[in-house]
C-alpha cells in the first residue's frame, strides 16, 4: 500500500516542476479561475474561516500587469464559469505552475499548496466567496 506521501507525488507530479516554474495547460489536472489579487485574498480569507476543507490549491501571480489570484477547481468546470470579477479558464489556456518549494515572490508562488485531501477547490463555495467579496 502506497503512504499518503507517495500518492501525493505522483498526483503531483505530473504536473507540478521539479524546479522553477513551468506553463500549464489547463483542462486535464484541473480547470483554473483567475482572479485580481484585490478580490481574490478576501476569498481565500473567507474559505479559511467558513470552509477550509473546501480550499484547493492557489497560486499568486505577483508579476502580471494586475497581480492575481489562480484558484484550481475540476476539470471541465470553467467552461460554464460564472461569477463577478473572474475568469474561468479550461482546455487551451495555461497557467504558471511554481515548485512546491515556492511560497513568495519573486514569480508565481503557492499562496495555497495542493495538499491530496484538497485537490481543488469547491466551485460553488468559490463563486459564493467571490459574490461575497465583489459586494
Keep these: 500500500m502506497k503512504t499518503h506521501d507517495q500518492l501525493q507525488s505522483i498526483h503531483y507530479s505530473a504536473w ?3 524546479e522553477g ?4 495547460a489547463a483542462g486535464e489536472w484541473w480547470d483554473a479561475v483567475r482572479v485580481e489579487a ?3 485574498i478576501p476569498v481565500v480569507h ?3 474561516a467558513l470552509s477550509p476543507d473546501r480550499l ?3 497560486i499568486a501571480d505577483p508579476d502580471m500587469r494586475i497581480p492575481s489570484l489562480y484558484f484550481l477547481i475540476p476539470p471541465g468546470t470553467a467552461a460554464d464559469w460564472a461569477a463577478p470579477g473572474s475568469r474561468g479558464l479550461g482546455r487551451n489556456c495555461y497557467v504558471v505552475v511554481p515548485n512546491l518549494c515556492r511560497t513568495a515572490p519573486p514569480g508565481a508562488y503557492w499562496l495555497v499548496r ?3 485531501a484538497n485537490r481543488h477547490t469547491d466551485p460553488e463555495s468559490l463563486r459564493r466567496f467571490l459574490d ?3 459586494a
Design 16 to 18: 507540478v516542476p521539479v
Design 21 to 24: 516554474a513551468s506553463a500549464v
Design 38 to 40: 484585490g478580490l481574490g
Design 46 to 48: 473567507y474559505f479559511r
Design 56 to 58: 484547493g490549491p492557489v
Design 114 to 116: 495542493p495538499q491530496y
Design 132 to 134: 461575497t467579496a465583489a
